[in-house]
């Protein structure tokens, strides 16, 4: 029997590329020029599609493969995938959870130094000469004991409120459902954001969670607050943050997802107020590594018996 189908979405390690050449036909969405002539040719034959978490499933790509069966994501974050299609049409959506959740912590981890200990203007002040010419470095304030909320406390919310322990904080959360754990739980975002020094947003991307941290919320937070976004980009009405961080409404923001990505806002880079890199919240060696084995195993185990070993809830009973 021939081997199955694969189109691309995004690129593949070499490593993931020897794992998965022996067992698909790969077509590389990379280096396909007419999608409508090259899915007239193909498109009936793709069973599979790997895709990543920025890229998802288009629309014109569902349409294009008639008798898809499997999508396995590169990634946790699956917003990009539209799995209410995917469910209408039985086609099985994996995701990478689990693997990647110490990463985003250690990225949380991060911002959270480089905001609240000032490490952009530190650094500056270093290697500018500004210590020898004018003195010490204004003094930053301290990551111990704040109260941190955590907007979205699921595999990796916890990962983040395990690590962040270091710092004796008070952990706050908010969810849509109370969870058996030992913080405070805030049914109302703004009465959080209200008691806290520091809010990290760690929720899916989607509809439901889109804007969530509007002004009000900024506001709530405060001038000497700080907004942490590892989520998604969606998360955030954008406009209202640059609005709170120019008025000083809001004091720091550090980012690593943005609304219109791979573009950052000009208000967000020239603000003294952020900190901000480019989506690398899972973006290590180790991790990446882990991330593609887990969506590898995926597109095998379907291949063998037609299940995936880590299904998005909302396919699991296909
Ligand atoms: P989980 O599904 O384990 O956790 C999601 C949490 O968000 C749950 O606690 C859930 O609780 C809560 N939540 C969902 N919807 C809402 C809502 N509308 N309002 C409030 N809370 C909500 O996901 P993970 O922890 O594994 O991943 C979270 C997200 O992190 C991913 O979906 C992805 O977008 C992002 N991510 C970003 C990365 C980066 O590089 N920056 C890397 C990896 C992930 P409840 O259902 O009770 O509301």
Redesign the pocket.
Known sequence: MSNPSLLMIGGATDEMLSRLTPEFTIHKLSEISDLNAWAAEHGASVEAVMTNGHDGVSPEIMAALPNLKVVSGY???Y?AVDTDACVARGIKVSHT?NV?NGE?AN?TLLLLLAGLRNFRHDEAWARSGDWESKGSAPLSTSPDGKTIGI???????QEIADRLAIFNPTIVY????KKDVPYTYYGDLVDMAKACDVLVC????GP??NK?VNKEVLEALGPKGMLIN???GSVVDEDALIVALESGKLGLAGL??FEREPHIPDALKASDRTVLLP????GTHETRAAMGALTVDNLLQWKTDGSVKTPVPECAHL
């Open positions: 990634g946790v974050g917003d959870p990647l985003v990225t907007l979205g406390l699921g595999r990796i919310g908010h969810t849509r459902s760690i929720t899916p991307g439901s969670t969530i590892v989520s998604r690593d997802v989506h690398v919240g899972s």
